[in-house]
T-cell receptor, first 113, second 115 residues
Framework: EAGVTQFPSHSVIEKGQTVTLRCDPISGHDNLYWYRRVMGKEIKFLLHFVKESKQDESGMPNNRFLAERTGGTYSTLKVQPAELEDSGVYFC???????????FGSGTRLTVV | DQQVKQNSPSLSVQEGRISILNCDYTNSMFDYFLWYKKYPAEGPTFLISISSIKDKNEDGRFTVFLNKSAKHLSLHIVPSQPGDSAVYFCAASLYGYNAGNMLTFGGGTRLMVKP
């Protein structure tokens, strides 16, 4: 089966601009997660979708971040406007059940300059 | 406040020897623990896990030990191989395996296995 796909793999934008990251989970996986790793530190949870519903968005840093999963398939994470501290690697993951051993994508490396 | 900590940012081991990666946690409510392995430019991949009702879980060359009283777990790789060179993340869950949602990760340990 195809894995979790993330696009783009890299993005360099200027402070104040908008960026949209996309994640295509494994087909049939109802659970989709967004995580990010900033400056080589720990990987931090952002939010969790079950199908198209946000199950837990407690990790979203502020209202400049907007995640959507229309139709319960792919998800987008929009950052608007981007700030320097938003730089990092954004990982998406999906799972069939609400288990811990889910599958991660390769990540999108976002650089805000 | 970091609830899962990996205090060694890097570890270098000779091929064939044992690699021991350590992880400490502060939240006693964590009841499921996982190790992920990450190569450059790739996402983390699940390696091995352990439930809090156990103190050891083994899968081939990989063994995870859990000491709940010390809030400490470790990953042993025996024998270490050059292909094991990667960043290893420890992660913890509050809700077990079947109902776990959010994972709390440590900062990672970069393992280098020298031929």
């Amino acid at each position: 089966e195809a894995g979790v796909t993330q696009f783009p793999s890299h993005s360099v934008i200027e402070k104040g601009q908008t960026v949209t990251l996309r994640c295509d989970p494994i087909s049939g996986h109802d659970n989709l997660y967004w995580y990010r790793r900033v400056m080589g530190k720990e990987i931090k949870f952002l939010l969790h979708f079950v199908k198209e519903s946000k199950q837990d968005e407690s990790g979203m840093p502020n209202n400049r971040f907007l995640a959507e999963r229309t139709g319960g398939t792919y998800s987008t994470l929009k950052v608007q406007p981007a700030e320097l501290e938003d730089s990092g690697v954004y990982f998406c993951a999906s799972s069939q059940d609400q288990g811990g051993g889910y599958t991660f994508g390769s990540g999108t490396r976002l650089t805000v300059v | 406040d970091q609830q899962v900590k990996q205090n060694s940012p890097s570890l270098s081991v000779q091929e064939g020897r044992i690699s021991i990666l350590n992880c400490d946690y502060t939240n006693s409510m964590f009841d499921y623990f996982l190790w992920y392995k990450k190569y450059p430019a790739e996402g983390p991949t699940f390696l091995i896990s352990i439930s809090s009702i156990k103190d050891k879980n083994e899968d081939g060359r990989f063994t995870v030990f859990l000491n709940k009283s010390a809030k400490h777990l470790s990953l042993h790789i025996v024998p270490s191989q050059p292909g094991d060179s990667a960043v290893y993340f420890c992660a913890a869950s509050l809700y077990g395996y079947n109902a776990g949602n959010m994972l709390t990760f440590g900062g990672g340990t970069r393992l280098m296995v020298k031929p």
